[in-house]
C-alpha cells in the first residue's frame, strides 16, 4: 500500500505562486510514475502533469505548460507542482497520484492509470 499527502495548498492572488508536494510512503516511491489532477468546483476531475519513475519524461496538460512544473525528489519521496501566473480558472482541489504498474503503454494522462491517491488540496486563486 502506498499513501500519498498533498500539502503546499491555499489561497493565492492571481498572478500568484504556489508549489504544492506530495509525500509518498509505503511503497518504494522511485519505481513509482507519478501525476497530478486537479478538480475544479463543480467539474470533473483533469489531468494536470505526470512525471516518469525516472523522472526523464514529463507530461502536462497542453493549456498549462509553461505556468506548471512538475519535479520529483526521490531521495525525499516527494513529488512537487511547482504552480506559477496562478489565475482563478486554476482554483481546484489538487490531487497526486502513483502508478506502481510496469505497463508499456500506460496512458498518464489518465485517472485509470493510477493505483493510489492522495486525499487532495484546496488551492484557491482570488481575481
Known amino acids: 500500500q502506498v499513501q500519498l499527502v498533498e500539502s503546499g495548498g491555499g489561497l493565492v492572488q492571481a498572478g500568484g505562486s504556489l508549489r504544492l508536494s506530495c509525500a509518498a510512503s509505503g511503497g518504494t516511491f522511485s519505481s513509482a510514475n507519478m501525476g497530478w489532477f486537479r478538480q475544479p468546483p463543480g467539474k470533473e476531475r483533469e489531468f494536470v502533469a505526470a512525471?516518469?519513475?525516472?523522472?526523464?519524461?514529463?507530461y502536462y496538460a497542453d493549456s498549462l505548460k509553461g505556468r506548471f512544473t512538475i519535479s520529483r525528489d526521490n531521495a525525499k519521496n516527494t513529488v512537487y507542482l511547482q504552480m506559477n501566473s496562478l489565475k482563478p480558472e486554476d482554483t481546484a482541489v489538487y490531487s497526486c497520484a502513483a502508478d506502481v504498474r510496469f505497463r508499456p503503454n500506460a496512458n498518464y494522462y489518465s485517472t485509470t492509470t493510477y493505483d493510489y491517491w492522495g486525499q487532495g488540496t484546496q488551492v484557491t486563486v482570488a481575481s
Open positions: 512525471i516518469r519513475r525516472n523522472a526523464v519524461y514529463k
